[in-house]
T-cell receptor
């Protein structure tokens, strides 16, 4: 149980294009989802917290207009990297909390990540 | 504020020998602690979690961790390493604020040699 699917797993695109990454909870409803960025050989950096039906909460230093997050349903959150440039190349990972997300100590369930390469 | 320190960036063991991955935490509250594993180009898989119940926590794949409040530690152990255990391991503490944000350690890369 608690499976999170992330799509696509790998994407290569030209500089200036926009890329959308989907994160789906397959067997549970997720009120809260998270988006992370991971640089090579580094830990995960939280980008934003996504709540169904409301605006995402971005971490300090993350550009809201560059990384658009939409959480339109209880099973789907999307991250759109707008006007992507080579410096946006990275590994992006989503996660989801089961239930309402309000319980202390609930683990997050992670997708398999998306490798984004901007040429 | 919560924080996590993984004391070793790399650990190398031989197959069949014990594994010890060290983690110290800092928290103003009674913490919720997790260990996650990440294989190359993959997301993170939960190994085990501590949430103020038993201090010795058993996880998947033979891993376990012991919460020691006096030492502010949450070390991950396994009696006998398998080749498939080679991966990156993250010690994580849950932010006690809203939405259960996770605070990650820097990670420990475990290499297992035949």
């Amino acid at each position: 149980g608690a499976v999170v699917s992330q799509h696509p797993s790998w994407v290569i695109c030209k500089s200036g294009t926009s890329v959308k990454i989907e994160c789906r909870s397959l067997d549970f409803q997720a009120t809260t989802m998270f988006w992370y960025r991971q640089f090579p050989k580094q830990s995960l950096m939280l980008m934003a917290t996504s709540n169904e039906g409301s605006k995402a909460t971005y971490e300090q230093g993350v550009e809201k207009d560059k990384f658009l997050i939409n959480h339109a349903s209880l099973t789907l959150s999307t991250l759109t990297v707008t006007s992507a440039h080579p410096e946006d190349s990275s590994f992006y990972i989503c996660s989801a909390l089961t239930g309402t997300g309000g319980g202390v100590g609930q683990p997050q369930h992670f997708g398999d990540g998306t490798r984004l390469s901007i040429l | 504020a919560q924080s996590v320190t993984q004391l070793d960036s790399h650990v190398s063991v031989s197959e069949g020998t014990p594994v010890l991955l060290r983690c110290n935490y800092s928290s103003s509250y009674s913490p919720s602690l997790f260990w996650y594993v990440q294989h190359p180009n993959k997301g993170l898989q939960l190994l085990l979690k501590y949430t103020s119940a038993a201090t010795l926590v058993k996880g998947i794949n033979g891993f376990e961790a012991e919460f020691k409040k006096s030492e502010t530690s949450f070390h991950l152990t396994k009696p006998s390493a398998h080749m498939s255990d080679a991966a990156e391991y993250f010690c994580v503490v849950s932010d006690q604020g809203g939405y259960n944000k996770l605070i990650f350690g820097a990670g420990t890369r475990l290499a297992v040699h035949p």
